[in-house]
């Protein structure tokens, strides 16, 4: 668990003097930073009430394109893990956690957040951690991604943040003309957002022990539904608002789409994660960039987000 009050500074004090450290003395991370001035970045206009903004990112093929499967990951070593950080990348301690300034960054101020252990990726029973380091973290969306929905490290916990303001669904979920109110009790209300190319879930509350509750059924309903053997596919986002807090969680069915593997002109490395469901979708290769349009993003989501009458019987879980 995560202590609410750091000692001595406030943790986001800490961590707003850790990114300027790190941007001052360690060349990788300055660099890599600086380069985001030169990222480039469309919009495209799925609806009225939708965008999605395409960006150019070469420094995150490492990312995009990370070999994930069982002999990748036992071949190489943990780049999570304290024992094998670079020699420059300096970290702030909270709880079993540590921050670290990501070197290769989507956000112009983008965290890293690995467990102090080398444990795998699951997120089932640490929703509370998430939780504690978001309120700490005002300035910030937290964010996960399954060992199977887009963690290049699924060997190795860890959550990640970027600054507030960046991603569309941060203010496009408010007023959508698709959300619908699934659940309206007294500390908590949880909607749905239909007609957004993706299958989301917002639930919104003060308590944490509701949201941990609600959060589970629907982890607990999806792991019945997709009987995975790792846990059920799903991205989260996680921010504190106002003094409550919003979860937003992505239920998927894959893993990479078709185009992922296609060969030649039919290929497109895009691998979405929550940034991507977030509504800003990191292309490495300019090809791929250029090549992406409104059908295009939308045959992909169709493929990689929850199917229909899965999601039906999700929404059903709110009303009992």
């Not at 800490?14 to 380069?35: C, F, H, S, T």
Request: charged share 30%; proline share 6%.
């Amino acid at each position: 668990m995560i202590n609410q009050i750091t000692e001595n500074k406030v943790l986001k004090e800490k961590v707003n003097e850790l990114i300027d450290d790190q941007l001052a003395n360690w060349p990788l991370a300055r660099d890599n930073y600086a380069g985001l001035k030169e990222v480039k970045t469309r919009t495209l206009h799925m609806s009225p009430s939708t965008e999605m903004r395409v960006q150019f990112n070469p420094g995150r093929i490492r990312s995009s394109a990370a070999k994930v499967d069982p002999k990748s990951i036992k071949e190489r070593k943990c780049f999570l893990c304290s024992g094998n950080l670079p020699a420059e990348q300096k970290g702030v301690d909270v709880g079993d956690y540590k921050i670290l300034v990501n070197p290769y960054p989507i956000f112009s101020r983008h965290l890293t957040i690995p467990h102090r252990e080398h444990i795998d990726q699951r997120i089932e029973g640490r929703l509370a951690d998430m939780l504690m380091i978001a309120r700490e973290l005002p300035g910030f969306v937290l964010f996960y991604n399954g060992p199977r929905c887009g963690a290049s490290a699924p060997d190795h916990f860890h959550f990640q943040a970027g600054n507030k303001g960046f991603l569309p669904i941060e203010e496009e979920y408010r007023l959508h003309p698709g959300k619908s109110l699934l659940l309206d009790r007294k500390e908590i209300k949880v909607h749905s957002v239909e007609n957004y190319y993706r299958k989301t879930l917002v639930l919104e509350s003060n308590n944490e022990k509701l949201l941990e509750n609600w959060f589970s059924r629907v982890f607990r309903f999806l792991g019945k539904l997709q009987k995975y053997e790792q846990e059920p596919m799903l991205n989260i986002l996680c921010s504190w608002e106002h003094n409550f807090w919003r979860v937003i969680v992505f239920p998927r069915r894959e893993h990479r789409p078709r185009q992922f593997y296609a060969k030649g002109a039919e290929q497109v490395l895009l691998s979405p994660a929550s940034v991507d469901f977030g509504g800003v979708l990191i292309t490495p290769r300019e090809e791929d960039f250029e090549k992406l349009n409104k059908d295009l993003v939308a045959d992909i989501f169709h493929q990689v987000t929850l199917d229909e009458d899965s999601w039906h019987l999700v929404k059903l879980i709110f009303n009992t």
